[in-house]
T-cell receptor, first 113, second 113 residues
Framework: GENVEQHPSTLSVQEGDSAVIKCTYS??????FPWYKQELGKGPQLIID?????GEKKDQRIAVTLNKTAKHFSLHITETQPEDSAVYFC????????????FGPGTRLSVLP | SQTIHQWPATLVQPVGSPLSLECTVE??????LYWYRQAAGRGLQLLFY??????ISSEVPQNLSASRPQDRQFILSSKKLLLSDSGFYLC????????????FGDGTRLSIL
């Protein structure tokens, strides 16, 4: 089955700097890679996703890159703000038929003012 | 639009007491439903998922059980809670046709005393 690793487990950056979180997956059949942001006491919320037919996707200050050959994908947050502080989860799986995704263990991002 | 509701938001229970957490989804039909547990500072552990009424798959052996008495209702139960059952419980849904990513509820924080 799929196995997803995520690094680093914690990350502290100064406000305005960039943050990068990296994930690797094991199952070459996976074709969908969402990223979730979880704020304290809340459920994870989808912030960006990418399918295997593209290598990069961007939404304002957030971007995700995918390297299918190496089986890794990354989340990039530019111009970080204090409200970006949260736990971020990556996931991997097959998009069709509502199958379950496998989640990484999470990265706690702290943006210091 | 689709929404997912979980209740209660917080719950404090004594060891050995029963448990019932409820999750309902609105605005969609025949979704896949999921229960996750998140221990403090940890990732998401899939406990159960359901592809239809009365159909439950268990991912890990444990003190908990799940039921799906109606199409958009998912219940997590226990007859006798253990201290190790403490955690943050999240319900999620996806549509079977893969038209949407997975969406989470806001969770229930369960503390066992």
């Amino acid at each position: 089955g799929e196995n997803v690793e995520q690094h680093p487990s914690t990350l502290s950056v100064q406000e305005g700097d960039s943050a990068v979180i990296k994930c690797t997956y094991s199952d070459s059949a996976s074709n969908y890679f969402p990223w979730y942001k979880q704020e304290l006491g809340k459920g994870p919320q989808l912030i960006i996703d990418i399918r295997s037919n593209v290598g990069e996707k961007k939404d304002q200050r957030i971007a995700v890159t995918l390297n299918k050959t190496a089986k890794h994908f990354s989340l990039h947050i530019t111009e970080t703000q204090p409200e970006d502080s949260a736990v971020y989860f990556c996931a991997a799986g097959v998009y069709n038929y509502g199958q379950n995704f496998v989640f990484g263990p999470g990265t706690r991002l702290s943006v210091l003012p | 639009s689709q929404t997912i509701h979980q209740w209660p938001a917080t719950l404090v229970q004594p060891v050995g007491s029963p448990l019932s957490l409820e999750c309902t989804v609105e605005g969609t039909s025949n979704p896949n439903l999921y229960w996750y547990r998140q221990a403090a500072g940890r990732g998401l552990q899939l406990l159960f998922y359901s592809v239809g009424i009365g159909q439950i798959s268990s991912e890990v052996p444990q003190n908990l059980s799940a039921s799906r008495p109606q199409d958009r209702q998912f219940i997590l139960s226990s007859k006798k809670l253990l201290l190790s059952d403490s955690g943050f419980y999240l319900c999620a849904w996806r549509d079977k046709q893969g038209r949407q990513p997975q969406h989470f509820g806001d969770g229930t924080r369960l503390s066992i005393l």
